[in-house]
């Protein structure tokens, strides 16, 4: 159930998990990763082969310390509004309270994002009852600023259905830009004081190519897929996300948390496996980047594994390219 750490290789083994957002809580790391499923059904561009059921969550010590999984912390059953796939969550704490953000797909198949709490880091969850009005898409990552404001970043092509939410309401026949437009970015919304609720609608990130315009829906090197994470170093804002179709993962650097972001390169290379998704968080002064790949089942997109590597900044604030091996 448990083992020893080590850069670049799966964190746990008995078990497959993907899409690590990792925190510090109570002076421990804390991982809270999707749960892959092994099985042998279809699998093709709407993502239908990550249908997972529930969540586990991971925890070390430190890097010289086993890892532990926690158990199931939510699952499918408990969650009245959602009827199947529980993708990449996130966690935040505020006062007394954790919360776990997670996407799934409600009554009706709409990618809507919920929202569940515990008295401790690693759960069990308890679910609201409805998923956040205003949310929609995939892959929630929230940032909890110095200032204590929140921010919830989320959005995802193809499975994650954000092309399909442009006109502010899903439309099923909603399609990605032609090449030579405006890429669409991810979207943001400030959390209410509660951490429950949107506090306004959500808007939508701009990110910029070195001369101050937007990147392109064609620029599929650089441009917004999935996977937002939003982190702060030396008081700059640091959004990665991965670039889906072309398999990295990428950054772009703002003054403030809203954006507009500019983009400064690429983090990681691409990983075994189509998707590549992670997160970075500074734990006794070192920083990580937590990202996954589909190695431990040599190859299957939908069977993958959490790994980490350290991350290191030059001293004009860029991030360092990052190896997977
Ligand atoms: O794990 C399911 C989906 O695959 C995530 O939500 C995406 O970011 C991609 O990793």
Redo the contacts with the bound molecule.
């Keep these: 159930m448990s083992q020893l750490p080590q850069q670049h290789r799966p964190l746990v083994t008995h078990i497959y998990t993907?899409?690590p957002s990792a925190h510090v809580f109570e002076g421990k790391l804390y991982i809270y990763p999707?749960h892959?499923l092994d099985h042998d059904g279809p699998s093709n561009d709407n993502?239908d082969q990550?249908k997972?059921e529930d969540y586990h969550i991971l925890s070390l010590d430190d890097f010289d310390s086993p890892v532990t999984d926690h158990g199931e912390a939510l699952h499918l059953r408990d969650i009245p509004w959602a009827s199947k796939?529980l993708?990449?969550p996130d966690a935040a704490y505020k006062g007394g309270t954790y919360y776990f953000y997670f996407?799934a797909r409600d009554l009706e198949g709409n990618f809507r994002i919920g929202v569940a709490t515990s008295a401790t880091p690693a759960g069990p969850f308890a679910p609201e009852a409805s998923y956040i009005e205003g949310s929609f898409s995939?892959?929630p990552a929230v940032l909890v600023d110095e200032d204590g404001e929140a921010y919830m970043y989320f959005g995802?092509l193809w499975?994650?259905q954000l092309e399909k939410w442009q006109q502010g309401e899903f439309d099923p026949s909603g399609a990605e830009p032609a090449a030579d437009a405006p890429a669409l970015g991810p979207r943001v919304a400030r959390l209410s004081e509660d951490m429950l609720t949107f506090a306004g609608a959500a808007e939508e990130i701009a990110i910029l190519d070195e001369n101050g315009e937007p990147l392109l829906a064609g620029d599929e090197d650089r441009r917004f897929f999935?996977?937002a994470w939003v982190h702060k170093y030396n008081g700059l804002y640091y959004l990665s996300y991965?670039t889906g179709t072309t398999h990295k993962l990428v950054y772009a650097t703002s003054r403030t948390p809203q954006g507009p972001y500019t983009f400064q390169g690429t983090i990681l290379e691409p990983v075994i496996g189509w998707?590549?998704?992670h997160s970075i968080v500074q734990f006794q002064d070192k920083w990580y980047l937590f990202y996954?790949d589909s190695s431990l089942s040599e190859g299957v997109n939908h069977k993958?594994c959490v790994k980490y590597s350290e991350l290191q900044y030059n001293e004009d604030g860029t991030i360092r390219l990052v190896q997977p091996d």
């Design positions: 993907a899409d999707s892959d993502g990550y997972m796939q993708w990449a996407p995939i892959d995802g499975g994650g999935e996977g991965s998707t590549t998704h996954h993958r």
